[in-house]
Nanobody, 113 residues
Framework: QVQLVESGGGLVQPGGSLRLSCAPSGTIFNIRAMAWYRQASGKQRELVAAILVGSSTNYADSVKGRFTISADNAKNTLYLQMNSLKPEDTAVYYC???????WGQGTQVTVSS
Protein backbone atom coordinates (compact mmCIF):
# COMPACT_ATOMS: atom_id res chain seq x y z
CA GLN A 1 0.00 0.00 0.00
CA VAL A 2 1.41 3.34 -1.08
CA GLN A 3 1.71 5.97 1.63
CA LEU A 4 1.81 9.66 0.81
CA VAL A 5 3.72 12.11 2.99
CA GLU A 6 3.06 15.85 2.90
CA SER A 7 5.46 18.51 4.09
CA GLY A 8 5.90 22.27 3.98
CA GLY A 9 3.06 23.42 6.18
CA GLY A 10 3.47 25.94 8.97
CA LEU A 11 2.55 29.36 10.29
CA VAL A 12 2.69 32.29 7.89
CA GLN A 13 1.48 35.89 7.98
CA PRO A 14 -1.30 37.07 5.68
CA GLY A 15 0.12 37.84 2.26
CA GLY A 16 2.90 35.30 2.69
CA SER A 17 3.74 32.16 0.74
CA LEU A 18 4.24 28.48 1.40
CA ARG A 19 5.03 25.51 -0.82
CA LEU A 20 3.58 22.15 0.10
CA SER A 21 5.14 18.92 -1.12
CA CYS A 22 3.72 15.40 -1.33
CA ALA A 23 5.74 12.30 -2.08
CA PRO A 24 5.22 8.55 -1.69
CA SER A 25 7.00 6.85 1.17
CA GLY A 26 9.15 3.86 0.39
CA THR A 27 8.22 3.54 -3.26
CA ILE A 28 8.33 5.26 -6.59
CA PHE A 29 5.39 5.78 -8.88
CA ASN A 30 4.54 7.83 -11.89
CA ILE A 31 2.31 10.77 -10.97
CA ARG A 32 -0.73 10.73 -13.27
CA ALA A 33 -3.68 12.39 -11.55
CA MET A 34 -3.43 13.90 -8.12
CA ALA A 35 -5.08 16.59 -6.06
CA TRP A 36 -4.81 18.78 -2.99
CA TYR A 37 -7.70 19.04 -0.57
CA ARG A 38 -8.06 21.02 2.63
CA GLN A 39 -10.20 20.81 5.71
CA ALA A 40 -10.69 23.74 8.05
CA SER A 41 -11.79 23.18 11.62
CA GLY A 42 -15.50 22.39 11.74
CA LYS A 43 -15.85 22.30 7.97
CA GLN A 44 -16.00 19.64 5.29
CA ARG A 45 -12.95 18.65 3.28
CA GLU A 46 -12.86 20.58 0.01
CA LEU A 47 -10.96 20.30 -3.25
CA VAL A 48 -8.28 22.96 -3.67
CA ALA A 49 -6.52 21.95 -6.88
CA ALA A 50 -6.13 18.95 -9.16
CA ILE A 51 -3.71 17.97 -11.88
CA LEU A 52 -3.86 15.51 -14.75
CA VAL A 53 -0.20 15.42 -15.73
CA GLY A 54 0.40 16.48 -19.29
CA SER A 55 -3.18 17.60 -19.69
CA SER A 56 -4.84 19.99 -17.30
CA THR A 57 -5.12 21.62 -13.91
CA ASN A 58 -8.20 22.77 -12.02
CA TYR A 59 -8.59 25.10 -9.05
CA ALA A 60 -11.22 26.06 -6.57
CA ASP A 61 -12.49 29.58 -7.26
CA SER A 62 -11.23 30.70 -3.87
CA VAL A 63 -7.59 29.97 -4.77
CA LYS A 64 -7.45 30.76 -8.50
CA GLY A 65 -4.61 33.12 -9.30
CA ARG A 66 -2.95 32.50 -5.93
CA PHE A 67 -2.19 28.75 -5.82
CA THR A 68 -0.37 26.61 -8.37
CA ILE A 69 -0.37 22.81 -8.48
CA SER A 70 2.48 21.03 -10.22
CA ALA A 71 4.13 17.63 -10.42
CA ASP A 72 7.74 16.62 -10.95
CA ASN A 73 8.00 12.97 -11.89
CA ALA A 74 11.80 13.12 -11.87
CA LYS A 75 11.54 13.93 -8.16
CA ASN A 76 8.43 11.81 -7.64
CA THR A 77 6.79 14.80 -5.96
CA LEU A 78 3.55 16.78 -6.12
CA TYR A 79 3.62 20.47 -5.15
CA LEU A 80 1.22 23.21 -4.17
CA GLN A 81 2.66 26.72 -4.34
CA MET A 82 0.50 29.03 -2.25
CA ASN A 83 0.93 32.79 -2.59
CA SER A 84 -0.97 35.76 -1.17
CA LEU A 85 -2.21 33.60 1.67
CA LYS A 86 -5.29 34.68 3.61
CA PRO A 87 -6.52 33.74 7.09
CA GLU A 88 -9.34 31.78 5.43
CA ASP A 89 -6.73 29.49 3.85
CA THR A 90 -6.00 28.10 7.32
CA ALA A 91 -6.66 24.35 7.23
CA VAL A 92 -5.10 20.93 7.17
CA TYR A 93 -3.99 20.24 3.61
CA TYR A 94 -4.06 16.72 2.18
CA CYS A 95 -2.70 15.31 -1.04
CA UNK A 96 -4.70 12.63 -2.81
CA UNK A 97 -3.68 10.12 -5.46
CA UNK A 98 -6.73 9.86 -7.70
CA UNK A 99 -5.54 6.73 -9.51
CA UNK A 100 -4.84 4.74 -6.32
CA UNK A 101 -7.40 6.30 -3.99
CA UNK A 102 -4.74 7.07 -1.39
CA TRP A 103 -4.67 10.05 1.01
CA GLY A 104 -1.72 11.62 2.75
CA GLN A 105 -1.73 12.25 6.49
CA GLY A 106 -2.14 16.03 6.13
CA THR A 107 -0.07 19.09 6.94
CA GLN A 108 -1.30 22.10 8.91
CA VAL A 109 -1.27 25.53 7.30
CA THR A 110 -2.04 28.47 9.57
CA VAL A 111 -2.30 32.02 8.22
CA SER A 112 -2.29 34.54 11.02
CA SER A 113 -0.64 37.74 12.11
Amino acid sequence: QVQLVESGGGLVQPGGSLRLSCAPSGTIFNIRAMAWYRQASGKQRELVAAILVGSSTNYADSVKGRFTISADNAKNTLYLQMNSLKPEDTAVYYCYDVMRGVWGQGTQVTVSS
